[in-house]
């Protein structure tokens, strides 16, 4: 092991071992093959047909990892166009008709992937782990529609859902570039003047899109769902913008007192941990209530549906029956 003050710290080869510390399940998902082919070369910014072919197929490679392992009952589902845009309203068995609780669900996939039948199917997922009524805005991406289009999408539900639901019954959460959408919505809803809701849900969150953070290094490579911080895909998505507006990158912006309180999540094999950590600590410093919860040897959206992944929904459930008036 050598250092040195410019380049860092030169480690050499090194073997990890997978953990004996997680259950059982997830130490099978960590010594399997990577379950999404997320490749480091990506094509260039503006080239957009490569980019449309291959999300393309990794929306296929999506809908065919995730559709097996959902039910096919315990839920309805509903396709609604919101002032034209597309969101997918599930709700679960046993929610009654007139709760007007809601779960405004902002997925995630790097702002470019998850979109159609993938978003359907994630919201799926998710309103099955909160057990809320969740809407799931299908937001529009790039390589045609850069950054605000999506953001202004998940505005327009926001606003619309404010006509029929009390503030303090929303609840905005996303996973991954739809935490870093919850933040940012959240953020431009209150400089537009706009109620909060009641409470932020940011799961392994992609808070700061411009690279920087500890574990973009320390863990590139071992999280076997993100192989960088794919500068590409964030210049892709943030187009014309600055990557460190705070409405590309939150964790930039201002957090006053007032935000709604946060629950933020990731794992020790993330290689978001930095950006999660790093906003957890800018809530606390505006005085915002933030709960941080880091899981063991958990990678970038969890192991899939292991022991270790229910401690996360209950935590989630925990903090959502905290804050729902």
């Known amino acids: 092991m050598t250092q040195n003050a410019a380049a860092g ?11 004996t510390t997680i259950s059982e399940q997830a130490h099978q998902v960590l010594s399997g093959p ?20 291959m999300i393309s197929q990794m929306d296929a490679t999506l809908v065919g990892m995730i559709a097996p392992r959902l039910p096919t009952q315990g839920y309805t589902h509903e396709a609604r166009t919101i002032a034209g845009v597309t969101t997918h309203v599930i709700t679960p068995a046993g929610v009654a008709a007139d709760d007007l609780h809601v779960f405004l669900d902002i997925h ?32 529009r991406m790039p390589p045609d529609h850069p950054f605000p289009a999506g953001l202004d999408d998940c505005l327009v539900v926001y606003r619309s859902l404010l006509e029929t639901s009390r503030p303090e019954h929303i609840v905005v959460g996303g996973v991954s570039a739809g935490g870093n959408l919850a933040a940012a919505l959240t953020l431009r ?18 808070s700061d899109i411009t690279g920087a953070g500890d574990t ?35 964790l930039f912006g201002d957090f006053k007192p007032g935000f709604p309180p946060t629950l933020l999540q990731s794992g020790t094999r993330d290689l978001l941990l930095s950006s999660t950590v790093r906003m957890h600590r800018k809530l606390r410093s505006a005085g915002i ?24 929904t209950m ?8 804050h729902r008036k």
Do not use: N, Q
């Open 108 to 139: 995630g996939g790097g702002f470019v992937f998850g979109g159609g039948e993938c978003c359907r199917l994630m919201a799926i997922g998710m309103a099955l782990r909160v057990g809320m009524r969740l809407v799931s805005v299908d937001y």
């Open 34 to 53: 990577s379950r999404v082919a997320m490749s480091a070369d990506l094509p260039p910014v503006d080239d957009k047909a490569r980019w449309k072919a």
């Open 289 to 312: 209530e933030s709960e941080l919860h880091v899981f063991e040897a958990m990678p970038h959206g969890g192991f899939g549906g292991t022991p270790d992944d229910m401690d996360v």
């Open 216 to 250: 973009f290094e320390t863990l590139r490579g071992i999280d076997p769902i993100l192989p960088s911080s794919m500068p590409e895909m964030m210049a892709l998505y943030a187009g014309a913008t600055p990557l460190d507006h705070p409405y590309v990158s939150p």
């Open 9 to 19: 710290l030169a480690l050499g080869a090194r073997v990890i071992p997978v953990p």
């Open 315 to 322: 935590e989630l459930r925990r903090f959502l029956a905290k």
């Open 189 to 206: 809803a209150r400089e537009e003047g706009l109620p909060m809701p009641a409470a932020v849900v940011m799961l392994t969150p992609a």
